[in-house]
């Protein structure tokens, strides 16, 4: 049946309306979980909100387990879906690169949109960035032409690679969660207790 | 008394995990639906394609980066991943008036540091972001979240080397949030 659009099922005339309703979604969430607020953001580097954490973690085990899931009462063919490719060197480079960003900047792309609506100066300076950033690869990019094609493992997901199965990763990471909620909340109570000078 | 007042100054976000939840069933949904997941500055890299193509549309063909964006019958900007961050704009645009968070505009910082630096900071910061987030094939939504949902490797990855650097640099801007 899954995934609608690439079956046929939903013509892909709606293509842009239901980009445009799921990217609502995804703002509102954004937004109302506070990604709004750079330093709640930020606070999962300093221990004094976890709330990036608890978030990210949970979406990413809800969607693991509800792909496997859909595949599982075949409702979802997986050999339909996009798979992101890997290119092993550059993308470490550009995880370290987005690190570095992240603590300078506060925002990533996604949720410095959520900020700018609601009014947040920080994040439209965030944006002008992210649009010279970009600018600028593109202008520079013959120069790491090759860096940029290379490790190139192809379309594969975390069992090509290993052999095991998606179920047990899906397990594995749902077990790192939950310990990962319970360590943060005891490390978030400790540094908020000894950081007076704010209010959180 | 006094928790009570300090607690109803407190912006009222929703729980956490009911919003990690939302937003895994809304990757689940968008995978579902689309065959692809969730994203961000993709639509960031159709707007730079689009003013180089108006400003220098010669050298905007001849790159061989951009013009894998290029096509005759449509514009850059007439892509999935640009409608999707409009509605980003939007959904956030909603939930700020429903909660009531949206103000005049105004800079959110540390009170280590003046307004001019956070915003100096941001501009830096997201250009970092947007140069790793090309090498990364995709920033937090589309690399990180999107794609270790769907158990791709390039996913764990990028999201291992955004949250292991930011820890290991975190230290050294501090004065920056806390």
Same mark, same amino acid.
């Given at each position: ?31 109302? %979980?506070?990604?709004?607020s750079s330093r709640n953001i930020t606070g999962?580097f300093y221990g004094y909100n ?53 603590i300078l900047g506060g +925002? ?12 947040k100066l920080d ?41 095991? %199965?998606? %179920?047990?990763?899906?397990?594995? +990471? ?10 943060? %909340? ?5 540094v908020r207790k000894n950081i007076t000078e704010y209010k959180f | !008394?006094?928790?009570?007042?300090s607690?109803?100054n407190e912006p009222?976000?929703?729980? #956490? ?8 069933? @809304? ?23 689009? &003013?180089?193509?108006?400003? $220098? #549309? ?7 980066? !951009? ?8 514009? #850059? !900007?007439? &892509? ?5 961050? @409009? ?19 105004r800079v959110e910082h540390s009170p280590k540091i003046t307004s001019k630096t956070r915003l100096i900071f941001a @501009?830096?910061?997201?250009? @970092? ?18 794609? $270790? ?9 990028? !999201? ?10 975190a230290y050294?801007f501090r004065k920056l949030w806390i």
């Amino acid at each position: 049946m899954g995934p609608l659009i690439p079956n046929g099922i939903i013509s892909g005339n709606w293509d842009f309306v239901i980009a445009i309703l799921l990217g609502i979604a995804f703002g509102f969430i954004l937004e109302a %979980s506070g990604f709004s607020s750079s330093r709640n953001i930020t606070g999962v580097f300093y221990g004094y909100n976890f709330v990036v954490l608890r978030v990210f973690f949970t979406a990413v085990i809800v969607a693991m387990v509800g792909v496997l899931y859909f595949d599982y009462f075949g409702w979802l063919d997986l050999s339909k879906i996009f798979i992101l490719p890997t290119f092993l060197t550059p993308m470490i480079l550009g995880g370290v690169i987005m690190g570095v960003g992240f603590i300078l900047g506060g +925002f990533c792309p996604g949720t410095s949109f959520a900020a700018i609506a609601i009014g947040k100066l920080d994040a439209v300076f965030f944006t002008i960035g992210l649009y010279g950033g970009i600018y600028l690869f593109s202008i520079a990019f013959p120069l790491f032409a090759n860096f940029y094609d290379s490790g190139n493992l192809g379309n594969v997901t975390l069992t090509d690679i290993t052999g095991i %199965s998606t %179920s047990w990763f899906a397990m594995g +990471f749902t077990v790192i969660a939950l310990a990962a909620f319970w360590g943060t %909340s005891i490390i978030e109570k400790r540094v908020r207790k000894n950081i007076t000078e704010y209010k959180f | !008394m006094n928790n009570q007042h300090s607690i109803s100054n407190e912006p009222k976000y929703i729980n #956490p995990y009911l919003g990690g939840v939302l937003l895994g069933l @809304l990757v689940l949904i968008t995978v579902f639906i689309t065959g692809r997941g969730l994203g961000a500055s993709g639509a960031i890299k159709s707007s730079v394609v689009t &003013t180089a193509q108006i400003i $220098t #549309p010669e050298k905007a063909s001849a790159n061989n980066y !951009m013009n894998k964006l290029i096509s005759d019958d449509h514009s #850059p !900007m007439y &892509t999935w991943l640009v409608f999707e961050s @409009l509605g980003i704009f939007l959904g956030g645009l909603l939930s700020g008036v429903i909660f009531g968070r949206v103000k005049k505009f105004r800079v959110e910082h540390s009170p280590k540091i003046t307004s001019k630096t956070r915003l100096i900071f941001a @501009l830096i910061g997201g250009a @970092l972001f947007g140069i790793g987030s090309q090498f990364g094939r995709g920033c937090t939504s589309g690399a990180a979240l999107s794609g $270790t949902a769907t158990f791709a490797l390039g996913g764990v990855i990028v !999201m291992f080397s955004i949250f292991g650097t930011g820890y290991a640099v975190a230290y050294l801007f501090r004065k920056l949030w806390i």
